[in-house]
C-alpha cells in the first residue's frame, strides 16, 4: 500500500496569507498526485489534478508542485471561501487510490 | 450537467445488508470508471471500491469478501452490495467518477487518473 502523509494537519490563517499545505507519499508516484477540497457536509472537490494541473473552474490562487514523493498545494491570497479541508490522493496505483488524511485551514 | 446521485443509506444492525445506489445523469455508467468512496465521521476519505468501464471490478482490503460494486447500464445506475455489515462501515458514502489526463509528451502516452465528479453522498451506519 501507497501511504500518504499530510502537514500540518490542521493550520490557522488570516484572509490574505499565502497557505502551504505539504503531502508525501511512501514510495515515488511521479505526478500521480491530486488535490481536493471538502467543506463541512460537502463532497469533495477536485482542485488539482497530475500534481500541477489546474482543473477546469478552479481560482489560479491555487496551485500544486512536486513529483516523485513530496508535493505541495499553495493556496495564494487566502479568501473566506477557502476555509475548508484539503486533501491529497495518488492515483499511481490506480484503483487503488489512497488519500492523505486531510488539513484543515481555519481562520485566525 | 453531469450528476451523481446516491441513495440507500440508513440505519442498520450489526451483520445486517444494504445496498447503495448511484443514479447518473449526463454521462453513460457503462462507458467511466466509477468508484466508491467512504468517509466515517470525523474521519479523511477511504477509497472501497471501483469499476472500471470494461467490467473489472477492484475492491479495498477492508471490504473485499463483503462488498459487491455493480452497474445497471439500462437504469444507468451504480450499486454497492454491502454484506456483513460492521459498526467500522459506518460513513457517509460517495461515488465518484474517475477521469483521465494523457500526457502525449512522453516517448510512450502517460496517462494520469483524478476524480472529478462525485456525488452528495449518502449515510450509513451500522449499530444496534
Known amino acids: 500500500d501507497i501511504q500518504m502523509t499530510q502537514s500540518p494537519p490542521s493550520l490557522s490563517a488570516s484572509v490574505g496569507d499565502r497557505v502551504t499545505i505539504t503531502c508525501r507519499a511512501s514510495?515515488?508516484?511521479?505526478?500521480?498526485l491530486n488535490w481536493y477540497q471538502q467543506k463541512p457536509g460537502k463532497a469533495p472537490k477536485l482542485l488539482i489534478y497530475a500534481a500541477s494541473n489546474l482543473q477546469s473552474g478552479v481560482p489560479s490562487r491555487f496551485s500544486g508542485s512536486g513529483s516523485g514523493t513530496h508535493f505541495t498545494l499553495t493556496i495564494n491570497s487566502l479568501r473566506p471561501e477557502d476555509f475548508a479541508t484539503y486533501f491529497c490522493q495518488q492515483s499511481h496505483r490506480t484503483p487503488e487510490y489512497s488519500f492523505g488524511q486531510g488539513t484543515k485551514v481555519e481562520i485566525k | 450537467e453531469v450528476q451523481l446521485v446516491e441513495s440507500g443509506g440508513g440505519l442498520i444492525q450489526p451483520g445486517g445488508s444494504l445496498t447503495l445506489s448511484c443514479t447518473a445523469s449526463?454521462?453513460?455508467?457503462?462507458?467511466?470508471?466509477l468508484n466508491w468512496v467512504r468517509q466515517a465521521p470525523g474521519r479523511g476519505l477511504e477509497w472501497v471500491s471501483t469499476i472500471y468501464s470494461g467490467g473489472p471490478t477492484y475492491y479495498a482490503d477492508s471490504v473485499r469478501g463483503r462488498f459487491t460494486i455493480s452497474r445497471d447500464n439500462s437504469k444507468n445506475t451504480l450499486y454497492l452490495q454491502m454484506n456483513s455489515l460492521r459498526a467500522e462501515d459506518t460513513a457517509v458514502y460517495y461515488c465518484?467518477?474517475?477521469?483521465?489526463?494523457?500526457?502525449?509528451?512522453?516517448?510512450?502516452?502517460?496517462?494520469?487518473?483524478?476524480?472529478?465528479?462525485w456525488g452528495k453522498g449518502t449515510t450509513v451506519t451500522v449499530s444496534s
Open positions: 465518484a467518477r474517475s477521469t483521465r489526463h494523457v500526457d502525449t509528451t512522453m516517448v510512450e502516452y502517460y496517462y494520469y487518473y483524478y476524480m472529478d465528479v
Open positions: 449526463g454521462l453513460t455508467v457503462s462507458n467511466n470508471y
Open positions: 514510495q515515488s508516484i511521479r505526478r500521480n
